[in-house]
């Protein structure tokens, strides 16, 4: 949250000193490390002061007004909160307000869930759905509204708008948690917010409002199951939403006038790419419409045919990998997703392949062929290994060479890492993937950031989370030998990551559980895996509360840069024909992957003493 006060109040700051918009910048400016964008000043400068009016008119003056309220574990905020009394039953009532300067929107293709506005150059979403999600959002998390769910409600306020410019969007349907109001219903909405607060002071409420219990969320593999056989779990928010609406609209438009279309959709790490993929696939099941996942990640897909499709096989057959579809039938399925997409390799050939299918055809034009509707989901920075290649230009030049439809959806919002920006922001700097270099990490209160001093030290600090109920996994850059083979003469499993006197095995190799320890898929997921050290390729889409990482000595500080020492790497997928520059890149990206699994908090030890000098500089 950037500002908190009452309605009266603000209305007085806003009128005797005009420097509202310049306050929240400031704000803006010290929690999330940058500027805001000139189009949210512009908002802040012209809609919060039209809903100010509003309440100061309705009699609603002590009402308190929370401004960018962010929602729990994630990056995204709502414009207003406003909290109050509900004027029958005078218990604690919430109004979450989306403002926007529209004058018109208008449906895309006819579906009013998705909405065209001039000043924005792709669709985004009806903000009735919008705000309804907020409202949906805050209920699965705060435990204020838990015990008393009717107690929240959601509005659009369309203060710039006429009726007529934004009626296609009242074809969604309105309820508590959505509605809209446009310029010319003003009297219709003063009605509505003294329906739902009374002209008494706001404080108390707006107190328990924000001093709630958080409720952890919900982790992708907890949910997986139920989201794909039965129900929807996730509450998807804004552009997670969008894509949702755009994947569908695809398919809808597939099957009535035979169109394919390829939707990409790109994001960071806790973006909630894999949550819209399984929605995808849990709705598109209970349908009955034909649909698989597809990943390029062995941990991923036999994960989710483990969890999802438990005694089930049908849902079982619902995961496969991106080379499964070389003998495809073109359009075979209605929709491919294809989740972690950035690990598309060239072609899905190996030598392990039949002589008739090595054809050198494209993996990516493959996968198009298959579906009426292929999608992507990727982030471009979570490239690991030699040999990916899948990015946001490539696929659409795929698309462009088979004349068929791209649509392209930007996720910019953060669900891992306690939702924290500034996190994934310090992270990327850190690693000089982005930004001008490493920077200071300044606490944010969504997520924990420590630097230990040992491998000891970073295991003991786990052990407590665990000890505590958190799940907590220990990963670490692949800079030791792994051992593949396992002998019946193993009492336990070898120490291959040495460190001075400390010793903990890699994870195990293959897809058999051993001398107590999971298969290397499972590790991220099964309680055993803690026992065990974690490389990128079974960390890489999954998450858990705490992880704790080893920097290893293939990626040190020296005085002012960072520098990649190939030499020191053991992961076998690097060869004297990957280039330096390549190599650099990949080991780099591989720490992004690791340092963005925790959920809660994160740890770090480097090997390397200089380098910890440096974390620990960083790193109050």
């Not at 805001?36 to 809609?47: G, L």
């Not at 579809?325 to 030598?351: G, Q, W, Y």
């Not at 990649?564 to 997928?573: M, Y």
């Not at 740890?603 to 960083?618: F, G, H, M, Q, V």
Request: glycine share 8%; hydrophobic share 40%; aromatic share 8%.
């Amino acid at each position: 949250m950037l500002f908190r006060e009452s309605a009266t109040s603000l209305a007085n700051r806003t009128a005797l000193e005009g420097r509202l918009a310049e306050l929240l910048s400031e704000n803006f400016l010290h929690r999330h490390g940058h500027k805001p964008h000139a189009a949210e000043v512009r908002s802040w400068e012209r809609s919060i002061p039209a809903l100010t009016h509003v309440l100061v008119e309705a009699g609603l003056g002590e009402v308190e007004m929370l401004l960018e309220y962010g929602l729990p574990l994630t990056s995204k905020r709502a414009d207003v909160v406003l909290a109050g009394v509900h004027p029958v039953s005078g218990e604690p009532s919430y109004v979450v307000v989306e403002l926007k300067q529209w004058s018109e929107a208008h449906p895309v293709d006819g579906d009013p869930l998705r909405c065209i506005v001039s000043s924005y150059l792709e669709p985004v979403l009806n903000p009735i759905e919008q705000v309804r999600g907020y409202c949906d959002y805050m209920v699965s998390f705060n435990g204020a509204l838990e015990q008393n769910p009717d107690s929240i409600s959601g509005v659009a306020f369309l203060h710039n708008a006429t009726e007529f410019g934004v009626a296609g969007l009242r074809e969604v349907e309105e309820d508590r948690r959505g509605r809209l109001f446009s310029a010319e219903q003003r009297g219709a909405f003063l009605d509505y917010l003294r329906s739902r607060l009374a002209a008494k002071p706001g404080a108390t409420a707006a107190d328990d409002l924000l001093q709630a219990k958080v409720r952890p969320s919900k982790q992708l593999m907890a949910v997986a199951a139920d989201e794909v056989r039965e129900r929807e779990q996730f509450v998807l928010l804004d552009e997670q939403r969008l894509a949702y609406e755009t994947v569908m609209a695809a398919v809808r438009k597939a099957r009535r006038s035979n169109r394919k279309q390829v939707v990409v959709v790109t994001g960071g790490p806790g973006s909630g790419k894999s949550v819209i993929a399984l929605s995808v696939l849990g709705d598109l099941y209970r349908r009955g419409v034909p649909a698989l996942h597809a990943t390029g990640s062995q941990s991923f897909t036999k994960t989710m045919r483990k969890v999802a499709g438990a005694r089930k096989p049908e849902v079982q057959r619902l995961f496969r990998y991106f080379n499964s579809f070389m003998e495809a039938e073109p359009n075979d399925i209605d929709v491919l997703v294809c989740d972690e997409a950035h690990r598309l390799r060239k072609t899905s050939a190996n030598r392990y392949t039949k002589a008739t299918l090595r054809t050198g055809r494209p993996q990516v034009a493959e996968l198009i062929d298959a579906a009426r509707v292929p999608v992507f989901l990727l982030d471009q920075h979570q490239v690991v290994r030699p040999g990916e290649m899948g990015t946001v230009e490539q696929i659409r030049q795929a698309a462009a060479e088979q004349e068929v439809d791209f649509a392209l959806v930007e996720l910019d919002s953060q669900f891992r890492c306690g939702g924290s920006d500034a996190y994934l922001r310090w992270v990327t700097a850190l690693l000089g993937l982005e930004g001008e270099g490493p920077i200071e990490w300044e606490p944010d209160g969504k997520v924990e950031l420590l630097a230990v001093d040992s491998p000891q030290e970073l295991e003991d600090l786990l052990n407590d989370k665990r000890a505590q109920t958190y799940g907590a996994r220990l990963s670490a850059g692949y800079c030791w030998k792994w051992t593949t083979k396992i002998t019946p003469s193993m009492t336990s499993l070898p120490p291959d990551v040495v460190i001075g006197d400390w010793s903990r095995p890699w994870n195990l190799y293959g897809d058999r559980s051993l001398l107590g320890a999971p298969p290397a898929p499972l590790w991220a997921t099964d309680p055993a895996g803690f026992g065990q050290v974690g490389c990128v390729y079974t960390a890489q889409g999954f998450e858990y509360d705490w992880s704790g990482v080893i920097m290893g000595p293939d990626l040190v500080w020296r005085t002012d840069r960072w520098v990649a020492d190939r030499t020191n790497s053991k992961d076998p997928s690097f060869t004297k024909a990957t280039p330096d520059d390549d190599v650099d890149r990949l080991i780099r990206n591989t720490y992004k992957v690791l340092l963005s699994r925790g959920m809660i908090g994160t740890a770090i030890y480097s090997t390397d003493p200089e380098t910890r000098e440096k974390l620990r500089s960083l790193i109050p």
